[in-house]
């Protein structure tokens, strides 16, 4: 143990000298993704995980489920769409069975039956990789398909039985590629929201 003196004198020391504030650090890092950010924000700038105040991520923890719900949802229409495309090129496959009909136009249809069959085979298989582009263009070629195809036979379309299945199942076509569309857009929305480091 010192001698008192030597106590003394430290003390003496130690009130001479400037004192030391402790200052809050400037910065504060996320405890869910590790980044570092300013220390008067409320929420990570890289996940949205909260930094001052933990109870709120129960609140952060419950948008990520449902984020992921909206991801699944939407990958599901996308497949929906992918498989109706690829039913499409294997319909227009059938074109094929057109070149042993009688007629002078059998090759051109034949010809356009499988052009159209690849090309949706290769809008269904495009998909996979880049689905809103490959979905969109599709959604284009049926749009433009169907208004030829109603305005050809403008009478025939709204009179017939046949004309008005025809319109009915354009209608149907559209409808489920517009929801892939919307679904493919909404996968890169929250893709982008999603990527972050966890």
Request: glycine share 6%; charged share 15%.
């Amino acid at each position: 143990m010192l001698p008192a003196k030597y106590i003394l004198a430290a003390q003496k020391i130690n009130s001479l000298l400037p004192k030391i504030e402790y200052k809050k650090p400037r910065a504060i890092m996320c405890g869910h993704c590790y980044n570092v950010n300013e220390n008067d924000y409320a929420f990570c700038t890289n996940c949205g995980y909260p930094l001052q105040n933990i109870h709120l991520a129960d609140a952060y923890h419950n948008r990520l489920q449902q984020r992921n719900k909206f991801l699944l949802r939407a990958e599901t229409s996308v497949l929906i769409a992918r498989i109706v495309l690829y039913v499409m090129a294997a319909f227009l496959s059938l074109g094929i069975l057109f070149i042993f009909a009688k007629g002078n136009q059998k090759y051109f249809i034949v010809m356009m039956a499988v052009l159209f069959s690849g090309l949706f085979f290769f809008l269904a298989f495009w998909s996979r990789k880049n689905p809103f582009t490959a979905l969109l263009t599709a959604f284009i070629i049926l749009i433009v398909f169907s208004a030829i195809n109603i305005f050809e036979k403008l009478v025939q379309s709204f009179t017939t039985a046949g004309g008005i299945t025809g319109m009915l199942l354009c209608i149907a076509l559209l409808i489920v590629v517009m929801k892939g569309v919307q679904g493919a857009y909404r996968i890169n929305l929250i893709k982008e929201e999603l990527q972050i480091k966890t």
